[in-house]
Structures are given as C-alpha cells and as structure tokens.
C-alpha cells in the first residue's frame, strides 16, 4: 500500500467504514424500490384510478400514467445518488427517503387501482383520515412505552393497559352517559394497572417481562369477566363525536386529516407533544432519562430513583388507558371481548422502531396505522391474496427498520431494579 | 466543616470490611487514605456519602451526629464525592451530566442547556480541566470523563470534599493541576479527603495521613514520611519501588503495524495513518495525553473496531478485519483501560471472570460442558497468585474493591501463552505492593519472548516497563525514543513538539 494523502484539516483522505455501511443501506433499499416502481409501471396498462377525497365526496378519476414513470424515475434518481454516495445527510436526506417512500406507496396505489375491468370500479379512498384515526390507540400506546421504558421499566402490559380502558370507558361513558366522561373511566383503569405494574416491579423487583404477561392475562380474564357478569345496558356508551376546528380544518387534505377527528384524537396531539418536552426539554425528564439510564449514577446526585419510576409508570398508564379508550367510546361504542386486538403489542414495536423517542415512536406508530387502513381498503380489490395482504404491515417494518433505522439501543437499565448497596 | 467518624463499622454477611474505624477531619485540611486494594477505603467513603448503609457506628458534623440515609442526604449536608467508578450517564453531553440533580432551568421545569453549557465552560476554564460541554459522555475517553467526574463535584461547592482515586488516569500535567485546585479549595476552608496508591502524590499535597488495611485504621503519618515507609505501612511489608529489568533482547517482529488509519463513532478520524513493529521480547510504551487515539489504537489492534484501512499483521497474517475473538485466539492478550465496561462482566463471579476468554480451551470445557472443578481450581490458583482480595471465588465481581477488580482482569490474561500482550493502563487503581508484582509479570512475559504493547498516561510506568517509547499526539506517532531520554522532551513530544530530531519509527 501507498501512504495515505493527507488533507488540510490534517485527517488521512480515506472513507470511514460506517459511510461504507450507510451507502450499502441505501442501494439496498432504493434498488428494491426502484425495481418496484419499475414492475408497477410496466404492469399497469390502464392507469386512470377512481378516487373520493373523503367519505362524503364525490368519485373523481386521475391519470396516473405519468406519475408511475416520474415515480420510476424518482427512485431512479435516488439510487443514482446512493452509487455515487452523494445522499446528503441531516434533514435533506430525510426528505429523500420520504420523497422515495411516497414514490412507492404512489405507484403501487396507482398499480392497485388501475385496470380495473369492471363497469363500477372500486375507488381509492384517501387514507391519511384513517390512518390518523387507526394510530391514535397506537401512538398513545407507545408514549406509554417510551415514558416507562425510558426511566428503565419495561412495560409489557401496555395491550393490558388498553384493554381495561377500553372496558371502563365503556362503563363510565354509559353511567354517566357522556362520552367524553368515558375518557375519564379509561384513563383512571390504565393508571390502576400501572400501580399494579409499579408496586410488584418497583416494590418488590418482580421480573417485569412475567409481570407483564400476567397482567395482561388478568385484564384479557377481569374484561371478560365483567362483560359477562354485567346487564349489557351498562355496556352501551355513546361515541365521541367529530370536532371539526374551525379554519384549520378548511386546509385542503390537511384540515380533515388531522383537525376534524374526535377529541381523543386531539388529546393524542397532546400527549405526543407533551411526551416529547417532558422527556427532553424538562428537569423531570432529564431525570427519568438518567434513572433509566444509570439508576446509581443517578441516586449519586441525589435523585430518588423509585419514586421517578413510579412517576413515569403512572403517567404511561394514563396514557395507555387513553389509547384503550378509543376502541369502544373512540370509535365502535361498546365493548367486545378483547377489544383491543394486540394493539398494545404493535405500539410495543412502535417503540422501538422509533428507537424509543416520542416522535420516532408516533411516526412509527402511523406508518402502522397507514399500512392497516390500505390493508382494510385492499381487500375489497382481490390484486393481492389476502393472507400477503395481511402480512404486508410487518413486511413493511421489516424494510423501513433494516433500511433506515438501523440497529437500535434500549435504554441502559431497562428492566433493571434498583437496589441500594 | 469538621467531620468526625467514630466506630464506623461495615460488615458484609461475615466479612468486615470497615472495623470500628475512627477518623477525624479537619476544617480546611487534605487527608489522605492510603490502603492497598481491598482495604475498605471506598466502602468507609460509601457510607459517608449515603450509598451504604453503616453496620454500626456514627458520623458527626461540627459536634452534631448525623445520619444520611441516601446521598440526597450527604450533599444537603455539604459533602460531594468523585467515586472511584464514574457515576456518569454515558448517553448524555458533559453539561447533562454535570447538571443532574442540580439542573439550570428556565420557569422552573424547562431544561436551560445554555446555561449549564456555560457553566460547564467556565469550571472547565477555572480549573484548567480541557472538555468539550457538549460531548456525549460514551464518547470520551476515561482520562476525559475523569476530568467530568471532578467538575461535576467541584461545580457542588461542597465543603467536604472526597476523592476517590481521582488521579488514576490522569496525567501528570492534569494531576499538578488537580493538586492546585485541592490547595486552592483547602485555603478557601474546604475539607478534602483523597484516595491514592500514588505515594508521591500524598507526599506533594497531603496534610495528614491515615493508613488502612484490612478495614483498620493502622496508623497515621506525617507527609515527610518517606514513600518507602509509606508503602510498607501500607502493605505491611518492604516494597520495591522499582522494577529490575535485562535490557531486552529483540528478536524476530511478531506486530507490525502499517497505514493504520481509525475513525470513532462520532465520525472523528482519530487515528492517522500510524505504523509501528513491536518484536518479541520487547516493550513498547505509547505514552500520550489521554485522547489522543491511544483508545482507538488499542481498539484496532485487538480487532475492537475495524479499521478505515491498513495491515495490523501478526507474526506475518493480518489480522485487522478478523474481531476480537480470533485475535484472542491467535494469541492477543487484552487489558481493557475502562475494567468494569470492557474487562469484566460485574454480576458473574471472580471464578467466572478468571475464565471470560478460556471457556472454549480445552482446559475449562469438554465440548458443551465446562468444567467446573478445573474451573474453579484454577480460580483458586490465580487468587492466591495475583493476591485478590475477595470473600470467595464466587462472589461477584461488582462486590470486589476496584484494584481487586483490575487484578482479575490482569490474571486471567496471564493465564494463557501469548504472543502479543496489549495493556491499557495495566496498573489503574492498583496499590504499590500489586504494581510490582503486576510489573515483574509483564517483564517476564516480555522475556518468554511475547511482544508487549503499553499504553499508559503514568510516565513513571511507562518508562519502568518500556524498551521503546512511541509517542501519541493527535492521531500520530510523533516520536519514538528509547527511555534514557529525559522526560521534559517527551513532555514536549506529547504537547504535539514533533522537530526533536528524533527518527520517526
Ligand atoms: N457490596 C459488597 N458486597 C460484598 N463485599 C463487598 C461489597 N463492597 C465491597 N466489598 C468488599 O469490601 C472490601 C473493601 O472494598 P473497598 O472497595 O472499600 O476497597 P478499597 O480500599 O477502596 O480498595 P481499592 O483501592 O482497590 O479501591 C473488599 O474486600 C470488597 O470485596
Ligand atoms: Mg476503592
């Protein structure tokens, strides 16, 4: 080997590995995409598709025949740019990937939607409604997941959480008949798991993965138990109605997206926004982190571990219970027996896609919530089998978690009790 | 503040580590705790401080017995701690760490990173401690979170002040300044207790001395004492201060190192475009200020990190892209600077600490199965060999005094033939009495004709061990002399001098 050029900041001319790794990454996940966008352009002969902006609204129709090639071409571009390692790096190379993305989820409704042989064809409704209504559960799922695992207990029992909140805010919106009262009901059972949760793992350092289980097995058998036992009357809670914002939700797309949804949908924005300062931006969160982070490190200076643990398991269950809120006065009404269908679980992933970051999290948790909304319209369309179709969610994570968010880290002490000595 | 403890006793199951010790400090005075390793100096700080609850006995402050259940306790009463383990969070910048617990904020809840930034600026300024506030912590080197470590108690104002082997692995131009700022603290009526196996260090700047061994204050000294008493008080016997040592023999390379070139996770390259040989039966020092890649290299040559580009070629194979665990099996041996992160897992016991990287030899396993008796003879051989203090060879290794620890990792590395030998401050927090014996090991390890490697920031131990000193400074080798050369000049190579004339190896 020759010696090695020296530059002017007097560092050798030579790449680093981790560039290397980041640049294979890349042409990995942008060959696949390009090579679909590909396979969608050229199997789609007729590529005018039906679509309705919204439950109410009319059929119209769109030409997507220039709009596959330019999605083509997009991946094209960006592929072309991994070759020669020039994907820039910091927020111009996020909207690379999102543009990329977009370019994919594009082509492959247009391919979904298009050739379809029929007199009356299904149109394509705009899922982004959807997709803020079916994440909702999740993402308050995952703040509960980020604040407790953050200050370093892991909480499984998040589906448990869910479950007896969407019970209880059932019987709370149906007693007091007020949907919003149901809130009220879903939040407190959450919080009333999270004390279970805290007192065996926090007092008596029980094994917080067997704890988890448990104590889902004891929400799936108290939810059960109270809906068989209990008059049905008391299971007929009114639903949150849609708050449309007034001049927010006139913004095209935007406005019935995000700001004409029901007011658990609100409170999420709320709880997102509030996670993310409070873990990052206050005393208290700097706090939690520590303590999930080097609990001892952190007694050293005077932080009272436990009672941080405790906090956080709290505040997550309230957030949990929330989220459970949403599967009966949210959106159905009444209560059916496990009602929450693993959505507990699937905001688990979230949290860790999201590398355990409120936002990472969310956005996560709605990439989730899209896949689940196209997956429910899909089926009407018999292109795809419906066993790959339901699969599809979790194909979806595997790409986006190996392609671009790379090996994650939980937090240090995750799952650790602290003991003094 | 005058601090008094009488009677302090710490009893672990039927171990006693503290007996009924009795200690006075004075307001505005050093005192220093010497005690080899295992003596109980950390465990009687502990308790002080409230992380350990004391069997019996009681502190009083100016006259009023006091009692800290938890260390909240102890810093409400004045006192700050270095712990000998760094208490830091390693995911978050200097300034977080510096702040927690005592957070700068804004309307009373917000975080003012600004603020704490500036902070952490101005205490690293005063005190001439050099970090960057906005690092994250897992980046540094120990040298530098030790400097965290110190500004983080200093920014406290404590009014007794411990410090628990804060100068293990700083340098000696940090050391001087660390012993300014005790002077300057003391004068100002700060109280400040300080731990040290350096006797040089007690003698510069202590008031008083107290000797602990075997969890009994054994006497106090005066620092005119003369370092070779000390260290008998200390050990109980004479120590030899210096080791003796053959001019080695040089014979064939066994490392050769060519091109080397290393980034670190924050994308700094770090090391650059460095080559180098070491032969059996030779000691090569690398002396350097901490941060200087020295991390990196060692890193690289044990297969820790790959490197960007160039050969680290081992009797002739190269073995730069091979991982850790084919280079231990061809035959690198590893002492990690940072002990409890990369040496020892903390929960498993002292007998499975001594086997870590021998549990696939044929001496501790037969195919699935260890074996155990083997095992645990051999834990009984190297105990009683390197003289680790510890209750049993199944206790924990996290329950061991840190020199103990770090004797652990030296014996267990000394247990299996080597070709090449990779230290990274082999003698960090180790007492005078382990320091030779662990130094007349490398020296004869040196002579079983292994190739040594020792990075170090002690100038005193680089220049017992080495042969050849390399010295590092911002990535490269800047000069490689022999020890016989005086040690301003390579003061001066470490301070980034390169034009001494000197052959660049
Ligand atoms: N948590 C614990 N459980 C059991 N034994 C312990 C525990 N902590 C310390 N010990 C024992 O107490 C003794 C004193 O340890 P200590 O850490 O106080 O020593 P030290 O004087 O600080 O030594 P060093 O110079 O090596 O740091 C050691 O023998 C150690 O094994
Ligand atoms: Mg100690």
Redesign the pocket.
Known sequence: MTAAAITEEGTVDIRDRADVVRQIRQLVVFAIVAVLTLVFWLSTEDAVIPYRLGEGEDVSTFDGAVALVLCFLLALVALGLAAVNRVPRGWAGTLIYLAVGLAFVLSFLIWSYGDQMTETPTALLNPLPGTVRLSTPLILGAMAGCLCERAGVINLAIEGQMLVGAYFAALAATVVSSATFGLVGGLVAGVALSVLLGFFALRYQMNQVVLGVVLIALATGLTDFLLSQLPRELNEPEILQRIAIPVLSDIPLLGPTLFDQNLLVYLMYVAVAGSTLLLFETRWGLRVRAVGEHPKAADTVGIKVNRLRWQAVLLGGAMAGLGGAYFTVGSTGSFDSNASAGNGFIALAAVIMGRWHPIGATLSACLFGFCFTLQAQLAFLDKIPGELLRASPYLVTLIAVAGFVGRVRPPAADGEPYVK? | MKLEIRGLT?R??D?V??DHIDLTIEPGEIHCLL????????????MLYGL?DPSEGEVLIDEVPRSFATPGDAIAAGIGMVH?HFMLVPVFTVAENVMLGDESVRGGVFLNRGQATERVRALSQQYGLKVDPEALVEHLPVGVQQRVEIIKALSHNAKVLIL??PTAVLTPQEIEELMQIMRELRDQGTSIIF?T?KLREVKAVGDRISV?RR?RVVGTADPSTSEAELAEMMVGRSVKLVVDKEPSTRRDTVLQVEHLTVTDPRGHQVVKDIGFEVRAGEVLGVAGVQGNGQTELVKALIGLIRPDTGVISLDGNDISGHGPRRSLEAGVGYIPEDRSHDGNVGSFSVRENLILDLYRDDRFARGMALRLDDIATNAQERIEEFDI???SDQ?PV?????????KVVVAREFSRPLKLLVASQPTR???VGSIEFIHRRIIAERDRGTAVVIVSTELDEIYALSDRIAVMYDGRIVGTVTPDIPREQIGLLMAGATDTGEERV
């Open positions: 000595g | 710490k672990f199951g171990f580590a503290n005690g080899e390793n295992g003596a109980g100096k950390s465990t009687l700080m502990n350990l000998q628990d082997e731990i196996h602990i969890g203090r510890t209750e206790t996290s329950a061991l005094s840190g020199g103990n620890q770090q927090g180790v007492d």
